[in-house]
């Protein structure tokens, strides 16, 4: 188990665990309400298959990352970085390490597939040129954060509740517009206040979805900082990150732009993470720090061609 955090980091914990459970209550209540009025008790159905459904399908870790492009790096190409990796899969006390994946993609990015039994986290080139050991043991320990919290399978049933949430949403409509001949004859009444609930049921829940995702992201950074003790590390990897994804006029020009509001983001902004990171010091000195050496991973771990695919196959991003 990764060691105890100071307060700041304590209640932050509680808070996000808070949050996580109400936002995804509130995705299932929305759902059970909207099966309700279509189906009747048979619509509860739907819910109890889809909770259900992740634990019993899925494609592996393997498969999953073969339709990114990525490939495996072995052991004695980057020694370093499987120790690093066997380390702090050892501090956060996985039954089974992850396995590191290569993705020849110039942006600097992560993501996990997999739960806690097989996992696998792939890292671009991108990311492994520009981090330092340091900066990368955050990644990599951040990314342990969402294997160890059983984050896949927690965003996997929100996403299905939200998509079934949304088809509700169409069948209703649907149904709706069939029925205008018989409403007009007075032979069917519609309730307005149900068909307007209908129509914008998608809404409150893709944004449920969303605040859950940035919850998630918040708790995996305080998880990283209590398996490495460094949070200086996992900031400077956000802020070189986040300089990375905006180019040298656009820093100059809008410093500090999105495109889209902080209500239809996945992840928190870098500098809202960055500052809860400051707020986690001092942490408790479990062990040193990666500090060692300044070059990147890329060098060992880089083979073969491949791409980001833009197509979502169940991984959490970094």
Not at 194 to 205: M, T
Not at 244 to 273: D, K, T, V
């Amino acid at each position: 188990m990764p060691p105890a955090l100071p307060p700041a980091a304590r209640r932050h914990a509680w808070r996000n665990a808070l949050q996580s459970m109400l936002l995804l209550a509130f995705i299932a209540v929305f759902l059970t309400l909207l099966g309700w009025m279509l189906w009747g008790p048979a619509g509860l159905g739907l819910l109890v298959g889809l909770f259900v459904l992740p634990f019993v399908s899925g494609m592996s870790s393997a498969q999953a990352m073969a339709r990114f492009g990525a490939v495996p790096i072995l052991p004695e190409r980057a020694p370093e970085l499987w120790s690093m990796l066997d380390e702090l899969s050892a501090r956060a006390g996985l039954p089974r390490r992850p396995v590191l994946y290569y993705l020849p993609s110039p942006a600097a990015n992560a993501f996990t597939v997999g739960g806690r039994g097989a996992a696998a986290v792939a890292l671009t080139d991108g990311l492994l040129r520009r981090l330092a050991p340091r900066e990368l043991a955050g990644v990599l320990a951040h990314e342990i954060g969402h294997i160890h919290s059983g984050d896949l399978r927690v965003m996997a049933i929100a996403d299905l509740m939200s998509r079934a949430i949304a088809l509700c949403a169409q069948i209703g409509v649907l149904l709706a517009l069939f029925s205008l001949p018989l409403m007009l004859f007075g032979h069917v009444a519609l309730n307005p206040l149900a068909l307007g609930l209908l129509i914008f049921a998608p809404y409150p829940a893709a944004l449920a979805q969303l605040a859950l995702s940035r919850t998630r992201e918040y708790d995996a950074d305080r998880f990283a900082v209590g398996l490495t003790g460094d949070p200086e590390g996992l900031a400077s990897a956000l802020a070189k990150l986040d300089e990375g994804r905006q180019g040298w006029l656009a820093r100059i020009l809008l410093p500090g732009y999105r495109r889209e509001p902080a209500l239809l983001r996945s992840h928190p902004s870098s500098a809202r993470r960055i500052a809860r990171l400051a707020e986690y010091r001092p942490v408790p000195a479990r062990s040193t720090p990666w500090r060692h050496g300044e070059a990147g991973f890329a060098a060992g771990a880089g083979h073969g061609r491949g791409a980001m695919s833009p197509r979502r196959w169940g991984a959490f991003r970094w």
